[in-house]
């Protein structure tokens, strides 16, 4: 079995050199664009993979953190553990600089990969210590790494880091419930994806009076496919959030209504993301997102008038999604 790190690019290099070449890496000469101009982080962001995690994940998840830096300078390290070995911590460097229609668009982005035994969580943390921009905040992601790991980190190496993310819809355990020791700087990226369909639907209903809304209100049932749990289970938290301010704003001291979720398969051209008001009178609110393209649908009957309103959505790119989530 091959290492995760030996999946990324850069070039291999003994850990001991890499801050060296570093250092040595963006000298240019004295004309009037070195690389050096356009290297300035403006935070350092920790990719820690799982065991589990496969070449094609960890690629795709690398790749979206490079977009990042393009737009926000970051010192990117990848923490890729290792399945055998003597124990013995191996490291790349990848280093790209990516340039506009003008000199003045370039921007050079640095990513330093570790390949770590996961079981010395203490000496890990010493040697991230060492290749962080020291007067930058530290933002950390977590992909794959189970619990007890993660539970392990809490005293070392997640000291001191500004916000911790992870992707619901993808890990294979609840990080949610987690004893974090700063439980406000911990953000779920499912959550943060799904901002343009909360702007969407949020958009349409506050057309509507509060009363409007709540009159009749039963239950709401969320339907989706397995691929999409942590999105789901955004949008529920989202609706109920949103339904303890509604019913604030009637004044009523009413249970909120029940919000169910329903995993279901789904074929090409049916939903993949469902939501259904059920309400005691002729009232209804029927939402749905496609599996294929980039639109959904909502459905709705308020005070006996029909609407049918087509919509466009797309859920947030990863480089997106991140930046809803680091900074958000």
């Given amino acids: 079995m091959s290492e995760l790190i030996e999946c990324l690019p850069g070039i291999v290099l003994p850990v001991e050199e890499v801050t060296r070449r570093l250092d040595t890496m963006w000298a240019g000469d004295a004309s009037e664009h070195s690389p050096s101009e356009f290297r300035a982080s403006q935070m350092n962001v920790v990719l820690h993979f799982g065991r589990e995690v496969t070449a094609d994940e960890a690629r795709y998840r690398f790749e979206g953190l490079i977009r990042f830096a393009q737009r926000y300078p970051s010192r990117i390290i990848v923490l890729c553990p290792r399945h055998s070995g003597d124990g013995a911590m191996h490291a790349k460097l990848f280093s790209q ?9 370039m921007c050079c982005c640095e990513a330093l990969l570790l390949s770590y035994q996961p079981e010395d969580s203490g000496f890990l943390s010493n040697q991230v210590s060492t290749w962080l921009e ?55 990226l499912a959550a943060a994806r799904i901002l343009p369909l909360r702007q969407s639907i949020g958009q349409y209903l506050s057309a509507y009076p509060l009363e409007t809304l709540g009159n009749g209100l039963e ?3 969320i339907r989706y496919i397995p691929s999409l749990c942590g999105e789901a ?12 301010t509604l019913y604030a704003g009637l004044g009523t001291d009413e249970a909120l209504p029940e ?15 469902e939501m259904n008001w059920l309400y005691s009178n002729d009232n209804h609110l029927h939402w749905h997102m496609f599996v294929a393209g980039a639109h959904g649908l909502i459905e709705t009957r308020f005070s006996g008038r029909e609407e049918r309103l087509p919509t466009h959505i797309r859920m947030l790119p990863l480089e997106n999604t991140l930046a809803e989530a680091l900074f958000f």
């Fill in 219 to 221: 239950s709401i049932a």
């Fill in 134 to 188: 020291s007067d930058l905040p530290t933002y950390h992601w977590f992909s794959g790494v189970p619990r007890k790991r993660i539970e392990g980190y809490f005293g070392n190496l997640l000291s001191g880091v500004r916000r911790c993310v992870y992707d619901s819809s993808i890990e294979s355990e609840n990080l949610s419930d987690l004893d974090w020791p700063h439980r406000a700087r911990v953000f779920d």
């Fill in 233 to 244: 289970t955004a949008l529920r938290n989202w609706v109920r959030a949103c339904l303890e």
């Fill in 97 to 105: 600089c990516y340039i506009g229609s003008t000199h003045r668009e």
């Fill in 259 to 273: 919000i169910e979720l329903f995993e279901a398969e789904c074929e090409a051209g049916d939903y993949c993301l």
